[in-house]
């Protein structure tokens, strides 16, 4: 298991839930952070604040993932001002649930490139600093809605099913070069993206509570400082899906 200490961790969409929560146990374990926020300054800025009284070094970045241009901005950001990104959590996501019949091109346009293309082009942005070092952690957040669909919509089902096959590639390509890529499949998550969808109830879990963002945060921990396990998902479910 290695020690963080020393690492730099880019989160994306790491000014709340679940994304908040990996950075804070990611400096916490002795990396430094460079948080992603979009549009909420104020909570990223607030994020910033906690890591520094941990004594760990922490810049705030804002930037559209989804956006090619926003990419480069933000990798270009985190190395100058924190040094190589050696972590990358692609946490970054939007939740539009919509019945079936009101969902456009547009909105899955939208939740694809925000949850699924983002991906990609933030893992392309760091790689070949990875591969210049032969050390490298990819976590991507996916979810249950790629194993069961979800409650949510296609769109979202079919964005994080699409972030495992990516995890699936990556891993088996990088696996020689001392680059891990996992996933996590979290399910119904005490977020304000989960809370605020009326198809999302604590019932739908064999537990019968929804999750907290810090038992997912300590999952995306061990994958860091681990460096044999590479192209899985750890399911954080509650017992919704088993595998």
């Not at 926020?37 to 994020?47: I, K, M, Y």
């Not at 809370?195 to 509570?209: E, H, Q, W």
């Amino acid at each position: 298991m290695d020690d963080l200490k020393g690492r730099v961790a880019l989160v994306t969409g790491s000014s709340r839930g679940i994304g908040r929560s990996i950075a804070m146990a990611l400096a916490q374990a002795g990396a430094d952070i460079a948080l992603n926020f979009l549009s909420r300054s104020a909570d990223a800025q607030a994020v910033e604040s906690q890591i520094r009284q941990l004594e760990r070094r922490c810049v705030t970045l804002q930037a559209d993932v989804s956006s090619s241009s926003d990419v480069e901005r933000l990798i270009k950001g985190s190395v100058e001002r924190l040094g190589p990104i050696d972590i990358l959590v692609n946490n970054a996501a939007i939740s539009r649930p919509q019945p079936i019949e009101e969902i456009t091109e547009r909105d899955w346009d939208e939740v694809i490139a925000v949850n699924l293309k983002s991906c990609f082009m933030v893992t392309q942005a760091v790689l070949p600093g990875m591969r210049a070092r032969q050390w490298g952690r990819i976590v991507n957040l996916s979810s249950v809605a790629a194993q069961v669909g979800g409650v949510v919509g296609p769109h979202y089902a079919a964005s994080k099913a699409g972030m495992l096959g990516l995890t699936h590639f990556y891993a088996q390509r990088l696996a020689k070069e001392g680059i891990t890529v996992n996933a996590i499949a979290p399910a119904l998550v005490a977020t304000e993206m989960v809370t605020s969808n009326p198809n999302a109830r604590p019932d739908r879990i064999p537990m019968g509570r929804y999750g907290s963002p810090e038992e997912v945060a300590e999952v995306a921990v061990m994958l860091a400082r681990n460096g044999y396990m590479t192209g899985q998902t750890i399911n954080v479910n509650g017992g919704w899906f088993m595998s």
